[in-house]
């Protein structure tokens, strides 16, 4: 019911608002006949740019039901039914930056003066109108650091941010969430979200392939953006479940590195409590601990989406209050700079010393949505000012806040994933925080990460900012080992075949291993990473089918004198500026013990990973149970200074009654 109502409302609020939108509530008399399908392609009517992204409304003039909506793909383009089209409905086009078309689906002659015999048409899009400050400004310096106010304007490769009402944005308009507001709608639908498909990892036989390569992954996005969905009610996708970044959101306290090394390796095994028939492996690791005090200085490029998408709370307002925590830690040796981006990319504050909180916190205050969005544009432009105040020594690093829904300029991710390898060479690395809901691009945010070295980070309340610039300074924001592998050798005489639980987008051939110019994850100061695997114990019945036939030429052989060597963890890292790898090696032995007799953080990582093969509704769940994950996530909560321990059962309890509801295990 109560999707039903939101839905009228929603169709209702297209056609009330959109008419108020034109002077003397007129529209335009341009109609489409429905006899045929409508195929259409949206363009800016300025360039003549195709528009992807764009979302295309079909209601009833009646304004009752649910009205039709999809979204423009790559090249603009759009397909409408004739089954799903008639006589008297309204066609609107809507894209943040741009003015809503309005078109009627008339029976008779058409008038549409876009269309051709076949019912195509093409949509031109007008961009809003940039202010009066805007027209006619070319070649504007950019203003000096500010002390106490953001200033007016300032020019960027031939582009402005302006100042109005004390505002400042980037040629566009303030936008309501969900709502219309100066000729364009923005809508909160979770069909636009975007996520890289998953195809979980399966078993591999030893005696074939006894070596099993992956980079780490300190990432978390993906365990609070799954418990945004469980807090609204919802499943998450299936594919928005990374099994890893869940297991790694959680504080583990593994032991410090000793002597030079950055990063420590804990080995230990238990039974696998969703098949008990297996082992579960867990190998963890630890990156050393620094004091705030001992932290290099850094020089930090807020790199923030004020595009018309970032309207509404959730979005930019909460962008500002997770970087007012920041600014909070920032130290005089400490220097920032803010580059915006919507239709265009501006730099609004020039590189402005930590101990000037006040000019950072103005310059951040004065932020509004409103625009398309240039995502590709801002990226050139923050790592451009993060060169120009390059420290050799020190922490650079730019931090994009978006919602990673880019419409204009670059935008495809190999176009992105280019610009990326390439600035980060430099020495500067990048953290992702992802924002909002509806239109969020989980997929492209994962791939900025990815390749420019950095962390991703999905904030879906305040709590989670705090966390992440507060609690996890460090972390978040100093790299102390980068590139770092792990290669994991399985001895036949005790693991029949294994699988890793989850890393899936991480895993590397095996020849990589050695190859100091593949990229790989980075460790912060003070991280944890934690990797299970599920072994099939030599011996025991295989009820998965072997990957490949057994060999007709390759004896087997078995390894003497390591009598209780499970397997052999090798891991390979660089220090922050160097470009050639340090090995590290550690040795697990078998251990045989029930999963409830090993220790907490062993099995909280377990429970983790039971709650997120049941998220996935994993083919290798085997006996799971919410109830399973519950208990065992119980017996593990230990101190939970912070209450992350406490929230994930409240989070099981909530996912255990949706799916109870929708009728699944």
């Given at each position: 019911?109560?999707?039903?109502?939101?839905?009228?409302?929603?169709?209702?609020?297209?056609?009330?608002?959109?008419v108020?939108?034109?002077?003397g509530?007129?529209?335009?008399?341009?109609?489409?006949?429905?006899?045929?399908?409508?195929?259409?392609?949206?363009?800016?009517?300025?360039?003549?740019?195709?528009?992807?992204?764009?979302?295309?409304?079909?209601?009833?003039?009646?304004?009752?039901?649910?009205?039709?909506?999809?979204s423009?793909?790559?090249?603009?383009?759009?397909?409408?039914?004739?089954?799903?089209?008639?006589?008297?409905?309204?066609?609107?086009?809507?894209?943040?930056?741009?003015?809503?078309?309005?078109?009627?689906?008339?029976?008779?002659?058409?008038?549409?003066?876009?269309?051709?015999?076949?019912?195509e048409?093409?949509?031109?899009?007008?961009?809003?109108?940039?202010?009066?400050?805007?027209?006619?400004?070319?070649?504007?310096?950019?203003?000096?650091?500010?002390?106490?106010?953001?200033?007016?304007?300032?020019?960027?490769?031939?582009?402005?941010?302006?100042?109005?009402?004390?505002?400042?944005?980037?040629?566009?308009?303030?936008?309501?969430?969900?709502?219309?507001?100066?000729?364009?709608?923005?809508?909160?639908?979770?069909?636009?979200?975007?996520?890289?498909?998953?195809?979980?990892?399966?078993?591999?036989?030893?005696?074939?392939?006894?070596?099993?390569?992956?980079?780490?992954?300190?990432?978390?996005?993906?365990?609070?953006?799954?418990?945004?969905?469980?807090?609204?009610?919802?499943?998450?996708?299936?594919?928005?479940?990374?099994?890893?970044?869940?297991?790694?959101?959680?504080?583990?306290?593994?032991?410090?590195?000793?002597?030079d090394?950055?990063?420590?390796?804990?080995?230990?095994?238990a039974?696998?409590?969703?098949?008990?028939?297996r082992?579960?492996?867990?190998?963890?690791?630890?990156?050393?601990?620094?004091?705030?005090?001992?932290?290099p200085?850094?020089?930090?490029?807020?790199?923030?989406?004020?595009?018309?998408?970032?309207?509404?709370?959730g979005?930019?307002?909460?962008?500002?209050?997770?970087?007012?925590?920041?600014?909070?830690?920032?130290?005089?040796?400490?220097?920032?700079?803010?580059?915006?981006?919507?239709?265009?990319?501006?730099?609004?504050?020039?590189?402005?010393?930590?101990?000037?909180?006040?000019?950072?916190?103005?310059?951040?205050?004065?932020?509004?949505?409103?625009?398309?969005?240039?995502?590709?544009?801002?990226?050139?432009?923050a790592?451009?000012?993060?060169?120009?105040?390059?420290?050799?020594?020190?922490?650079?690093?730019?931090?994009?806040?978006?919602?990673?829904?880019?419409?204009?300029?670059?935008?495809?991710?190999?176009?992105?994933?280019?610009?990326?390898?390439?600035?980060?060479?430099?020495?500067?690395?990048?953290?992702?925080?992802?924002?909002?809901?509806?239109?969020?691009?989980?997929?492209?945010?994962?791939?900025?990460?990815?390749?420019?070295?950095?962390?991703?980070?999905?904030?879906?309340?305040?709590?989670?900012?705090?966390?992440?610039?507060?609690?996890?300074?460090?972390?978040?924001?100093?790299?102390?080992?980068?590139?770092?592998?792990l290669?994991?050798?399985?001895?036949?005489?005790?693991?029949?075949?294994?699988?890793?639980?989850?890393?899936?987008?991480?895993?590397?051939?095996?020849?990589?291993?050695?190859n100091?110019?593949?990229?790989?994850?980075?460790?912060?100061?003070?991280?944890?990473?934690?990797?299970?695997?599920?072994?099939?114990?030599?011996?025991?019945?295989?009820?998965?089918?072997?990957?490949?036939?057994?060999?007709?030429?390759?004896?087997?052989?078995?390894?003497?004198?390591?009598?209780?060597?499970?397997?052999?963890?090798?891991?390979?890292?660089k220090?922050?500026?160097?470009?050639?790898?340090?090995l590290?090696?550690?040795?697990?032995?078998?251990?045989?013990?029930?999963?409830?007799?090993?220790?907490?953080?062993?099995?909280m990582?377990?429970?983790?990973?039971?709650?997120?093969?049941?998220?996935?509704?994993?083919?290798?769940?085997?006996?799971?149970s919410?109830?399973?994950?519950?208990?065992?996530?119980?017996?593990?909560?230990?101190?939970?200074?912070?209450?992350?321990?406490?929230e994930?059962?409240?989070?099981?309890?909530?996912?255990?009654?949706?799916s109870?509801?929708?009728?699944?295990?």
């Amino acid at each position: 019911m109560r999707k039903h109502i939101l839905s009228l409302l929603y169709v209702l609020n297209i056609i009330i608002i959109s008419v108020m939108s034109i002077p003397g509530h007129a529209q335009s008399t341009r109609v489409v006949h429905p006899k045929n399908d409508i195929i259409g392609t949206v363009v800016d009517d300025k360039t003549g740019a195709l528009l992807k992204g764009a979302t295309v409304v079909v209601v009833n003039k009646t304004s009752t039901g649910k009205g039709l909506k999809l979204s423009t793909d790559k090249k603009g383009r759009f397909n409408i039914s004739s089954n799903a089209i008639n006589s008297g409905q309204t066609l609107y086009t809507i894209l943040a930056g741009y003015k809503t078309d309005t078109l009627a689906i008339q029976s008779g002659t058409m008038s549409y003066w876009n269309r051709n015999a076949k019912n195509e048409i093409t949509i031109r899009l007008k961009p809003l109108s940039a202010v009066a400050a805007d027209k006619g400004i070319k070649d504007i310096k950019q203003q000096p650091a500010l002390e106490h106010r953001a200033p007016a304007m300032v020019m960027v490769q031939n582009e402005v941010a302006t100042k109005s009402s004390g505002n400042i944005r980037l040629r566009g308009v303030s936008t309501l969430n969900g709502s219309m507001a100066n000729g364009y709608y923005h809508a909160q639908d979770h069909q636009t979200e975007d996520y890289s498909p998953i195809n979980e990892n399966i078993f591999h036989n030893v005696t074939a392939q006894p070596l099993s390569t992956f980079s780490i992954d300190v990432d978390r996005a993906s365990y609070s953006n799954i418990r945004r969905f469980l807090n609204n009610g919802d499943m998450p996708p299936a594919d928005a479940v990374r099994v890893e970044e869940m297991i790694n959101y959680f504080d583990y306290k593994y032991g410090n590195p000793s002597g030079d090394a950055p990063v420590a390796i804990h080995t230990d095994m238990a039974v696998c409590p969703w098949n008990t028939s297996r082992q579960l492996v867990r190998i963890a690791l630890k990156g050393k601990d620094i004091a705030k005090g001992e932290l290099p200085p850094s020089n930090l490029v807020f790199l923030i989406d004020v595009s018309g998408s970032m309207a509404g709370e959730g979005r930019l307002p909460l962008v500002k209050q997770a970087f007012r925590t920041l600014v909070g830690q920032l130290r005089s040796v400490d220097k920032v700079a803010i580059v915006v981006y919507a239709g265009a990319a501006g730099l609004v504050l020039p590189s402005t010393s930590g101990e000037n909180k006040t000019a950072i916190l103005d310059a951040l205050d004065k932020l509004e949505a409103g625009g398309s969005t240039a995502g590709g544009q801002g990226i050139l432009l923050a790592y451009k000012t993060a060169t120009e105040n390059l420290l050799r020594n020190g922490n650079n690093r730019v931090i994009i806040a978006t919602d990673g829904d880019f419409n204009v300029g670059p935008s495809s991710d190999g176009e992105l994933q280019r610009i990326i390898e390439r600035e980060r060479e430099k020495g500067i690395f990048l953290s992702v925080l992802g924002f909002g809901m509806g239109n969020y691009k989980d997929n492209k945010l994962e791939i900025l990460a990815d390749k420019g070295n950095g962390n991703y980070a999905y904030i879906d309340n305040f709590e989670e900012a705090r966390r992440t610039f507060v609690t996890e300074f460090g972390g978040t924001l100093f790299t102390i080992a980068k590139d770092v592998k792990l290669q994991i050798e399985f001895n036949p005489k005790y693991v029949q075949s294994y699988r890793l639980v989850g890393y899936e987008n991480r895993l590397l051939q095996n020849e990589d291993f050695n190859n100091d110019k593949k990229d790989a994850g980075d460790m912060g100061a003070g991280h944890t990473v934690t990797a299970l695997y599920e072994i099939v114990p030599t011996g025991k019945e295989v009820d998965q089918p072997l990957a490949v036939d057994p060999l007709k030429y390759q004896l087997p052989k078995v390894a003497t004198g390591n009598t209780s060597e499970v397997l052999t963890v090798k891991l390979r890292y660089k220090e922050p500026s160097s470009s050639t790898s340090q090995l590290i090696t550690k040795v697990l032995h078998w251990k045989q013990q029930d999963i409830t007799h090993a220790p907490e953080d062993f099995r909280m990582a377990t429970a983790v990973a039971d709650f997120g093969l049941l998220l996935r509704n994993s083919e290798h769940k085997g006996n799971a149970s919410w109830d399973q994950v519950l208990k065992l996530a119980g017996n593990a909560r230990g101190t939970d200074d912070e209450g992350y321990r406490a929230e994930f059962i409240q989070l099981v309890k909530k996912a255990q009654l949706i799916s109870n509801n929708h009728g699944t295990k």
